[in-house]
Structures are given as C-alpha cells and as structure tokens.
C-alpha cells in the first residue's frame, strides 16, 4: 500500500503565493516521477507539475516560469511552489507517484487539498 498526504492549500488572494507538500509512504520502490494535477468537477484532471527520480521536470505552460516542483528523493517528498497566482488556479490538486518496472507501471494518488484564489 502506498499513501500519499497533501497539505499547504487554502485561499489566497490574487498575485500571492502558497506552497503544496505530498509525502509518500508505505511500499515504495522504483519511483519513476512524481507529480501535480489539478481537476475541477465535471474536467479531467490536468497535468501542473512532475519531477521525474533524475530531477527533470516538466511544467504545464500555464504555469511555467510561475510555479516550481521540488523532490527529495530520500525522503519520498514532492513540494509545489505556487507563485503569482491566478484566480484560473482555482482547483483542487493532487499529489501523484508513478512506480515503474520493466513491463507495468502503477500510479498512486493523494486525496487532493483544494486550492482557492480569490479577493
């Protein structure tokens, strides 16, 4: 079983700032990337952020040059640092982990923690 927790959302106003932390436990092994989605209800979720285990990462162009995804390896740890942010980023993210072997891959998902920007 592996188990993601996200913290760090909340309301914040246009043009400020929050970060999102996921920490990953349980059975875990061969960790290909980890990562950020966001959805709204009635959407599929949207690729934001990932991080792949050799750090290249990989933004959504909305967010380029304004958030940044931040891993450590050691500790399972996947962080979102959301600057300038936008009432367009309104939504609820989760956390995401894909374990992968030579034939299969499996993704694990946090619950989401919801993310407000409004005045």
């Known amino acids: 079983q592996v188990q993601l927790v996200e913290s760090g959302g909340g309301l914040v106003q246009p043009g400020g700032s929050l970060t999102l932390s996921c920490a990953a436990s349980g059975t875990i092994f061969n960790i290909d990337s980890m990562g950020w989605y966001r959805q709204d209800p009635g959407k599929q979720h949207e690729m934001v952020a990932t991080v792949t285990s050799d750090g290249n990462a990989n933004y959504a162009d909305s967010v380029k040059g304004r958030f940044t995804i931040s891993r450590d390896n050691a500790k399972n740890t996947v962080d979102l640092q959301m600057n300038d942010l936008k009432p367009e980023d309104t939504s609820v993210y989760y956390c995401?982990?894909?374990?992968?072997?030579?034939?299969?891959?499996?993704?694990?998902w946090g619950r989401g923690t919801r993310v407000t920007v409004s005045s």
């Open positions: 995401n982990l894909v374990m992968r072997w030579k034939y299969a891959a499996a993704n694990f």
